[in-house]
């Protein structure tokens, strides 16, 4: 990108995280500024978020300020600083069992956290606020692929509760000062530097340590898994697809945009619902090496199934997500022996 050409300034939260960290690398290769903004929360190894951010600072274009979300003063204070043209919001309690035994944590996090970032975006008139949701809004619903334009009304967990909140406040403020605004429901995001507390990483360091796997509702599940690559490619491209607010309130057949405001939500999944059992066959052919399976019934709140309708994103950006599981797993695994050396 040109200097001088569009907006370069980006504000990410959560570039110790896992996505947050990609989508940093991503924008810094292209030329933009990154400010950083994470808490490096003890929810998983600590270790892992601090290599993640000492890699970002090796490019002289990524700054990075340790702070907690619900630190207004210290949070307004960077961003006051950096005065970005874009934020995107990713820094949140993630995580859909562990909402089950610390929801204060997610109600901390993503409510009043979210709150103040929204803050902060309407007061710097940025360009455009990109928010994560995720795919555990759809809750309940059985109509599959879940497209944005279908109800979501049936949150099973607190984690899914705070973000359809999330999307509700950041409706409210596109609506009344006109802050254009994307929110993203991610599907099952997997790849390299990813986070110990999800299924791949879980499975590989449990196969490779001879300890037994568990699989919830006998296997029977599946999840539309999404290379984390893939993802923040198409986060890349939605910066640039800012939300107008429709001209008389007529809204383009398919798209989630609101007829009142500058907001619209915007799934992000590779459309191809995979069997857990077929993912943990082609993690086992990937290791040479068999789980021990445990299997297990169902845990509560858990959801059987998530498939995402990703046209609206291919219909904005021209571009959908299309790594198929068993490459995107190879590449985890290459990257989790070289991080661990084994
Ligand atoms: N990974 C997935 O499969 C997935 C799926 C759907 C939605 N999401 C959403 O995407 C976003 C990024 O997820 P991720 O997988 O990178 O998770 P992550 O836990 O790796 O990253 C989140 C980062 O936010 C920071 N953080 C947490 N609470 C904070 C607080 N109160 N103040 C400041 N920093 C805080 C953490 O230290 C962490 O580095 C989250 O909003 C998550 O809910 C992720």
Same mark, same amino acid.
């Given at each position: /990108?040109?200097?001088?050409?569009?907006?370069?300034? @980006?504000?990410?939260?959560?570039?110790?995280?896992?996505?947050?960290?990609?989508?940093?690398?991503?924008?810094?290769?292209?030329?933009?500024?990154?400010?950083?903004?994470?808490?490096?929360?003890?929810?998983?190894?600590?270790?892992?978020?601090?290599? #993640?951010?000492?890699?970002?600072?090796?490019?002289?274009?990524?700054?990075?300020?340790?702070?907690?979300?619900?630190?207004?003063?210290?949070?307004?204070?960077?961003?006051?600083?950096?005065?970005?043209?874009?934020?995107?919001?990713?820094?949140?309690?993630?995580?859909?069992?562990?909402?089950?035994?610390?929801?204060?944590?997610?109600?901390?996090? &993503?409510?009043?956290?979210?709150?103040?970032?929204?803050?902060?975006?309407?007061?710097?008139?940025?360009?455009?606020?990109?928010?994560?949701? %995720?795919?555990?809004?759809?809750?309940? &619903?059985?109509?599959?692929?879940?497209?944005?334009?279908?109800?979501?009304?049936?949150?099973?967990?607190?984690?899914?509760? =705070?973000?359809?909140? &999330?999307?509700? /406040?950041?409706?409210?403020?596109?609506?009344?000062?006109?802050?254009?605004?994307?929110? $993203?429901? $991610? $599907?099952?995001?997997?790849? %390299?530097?990813?986070?110990?507390?999800?299924?791949?990483?879980?499975?590989?360091?449990?196969?490779?340590?001879?300890?037994?796997?568990?699989?919830?509702?006998?296997?029977? /599940?599946?999840?539309?898994?999404?290379? @984390?690559?893939?993802?923040? #490619?198409?986060?890349?491209?939605?910066?640039?697809?800012?939300?107008?607010?429709?001209?008389?309130?007529?809204?383009?057949?398919?798209?989630?945009?609101?007829?009142?405001?500058?907001?619209?939500?915007?799934?992000?999944? &590779?459309?191809?619902? @995979?069997?857990?059992?077929?993912?943990?066959?082609?993690?086992?052919?990937?290791?040479?090496?068999?789980?021990?399976?445990?299997?297990?019934?169902?845990?509560?709140?858990?959801?059987?199934?998530?498939?995402?309708?990703?046209?609206?994103?291919?219909?904005?950006?021209?571009?959908?997500?299309? =790594?198929?599981?068993?490459?995107?797993?190879?590449?985890?695994?290459?990257?989790?022996?070289?991080?661990?050396?084994?």
């Amino acid at each position: /990108m040109e200097k001088g050409q569009g907006p370069r300034k @980006v504000l990410i939260t959560g570039t110790a995280g896992f996505i947050g960290f990609h989508l940093a690398r991503l924008l810094l290769a292209e030329g933009f500024e990154v400010q950083g903004y994470d808490g490096m929360t003890d929810y998983y190894d600590v270790n892992l978020k601090r290599r #993640r951010h000492a890699m970002l600072l090796q490019n002289p274009n990524f700054k990075a300020v340790e702070g907690m979300l619900e630190d207004q003063a210290r949070f307004d204070a960077m961003a006051n600083e950096f005065q970005p043209d874009i934020i995107v919001h990713l820094a949140a309690q993630a995580g859909v069992r562990y909402s089950l035994e610390n929801p204060r944590a997610y109600l901390d996090a &993503n409510v009043i956290g979210a709150f103040n970032v929204m803050e902060a975006a309407r007061r710097l008139e940025v360009k455009h606020l990109l928010m994560a949701s %995720t795919s555990s809004v759809y809750g309940a &619903n059985e109509l599959m692929p879940f497209t944005e334009t279908e109800k979501a009304d049936t949150q099973l967990t607190i984690y899914a509760a =705070t973000k359809k909140a &999330n999307e509700s /406040m950041a409706h409210a403020y596109a609506h009344l000062w006109s802050l254009p605004t994307t929110m $993203f429901r $991610f $599907f099952t995001v997997y790849g %390299t530097w990813g986070r110990p507390d999800l299924a791949l990483y879980k499975f590989v360091a449990a196969i490779l340590e001879d300890r037994p796997i568990d699989i919830y509702n006998h296997g029977d /599940m599946y999840r539309d898994f999404t290379y @984390v690559d893939d993802l923040v #490619r198409g986060i890349r491209l939605l910066i640039d697809a800012v939300p107008v607010r429709p001209v008389d309130g007529v809204v383009p057949e398919g798209d989630s945009l609101s007829p009142v405001a500058p907001f619209r939500i915007v799934n992000i999944g &590779n459309s191809d619902k @995979v069997r857990l059992l077929d993912f943990i066959d082609a993690i086992e052919d990937c290791l040479g090496k068999k789980a021990i399976r445990n299997y297990m019934e169902m845990q509560k709140g858990d959801v059987p199934a998530t498939w995402a309708d990703a046209s609206l994103l291919q219909h904005l950006t021209g571009y959908r997500p299309n =790594t198929d599981f068993r490459d995107g797993i190879a590449r985890f695994v290459e990257w989790y022996r070289a991080y661990y050396g084994k």
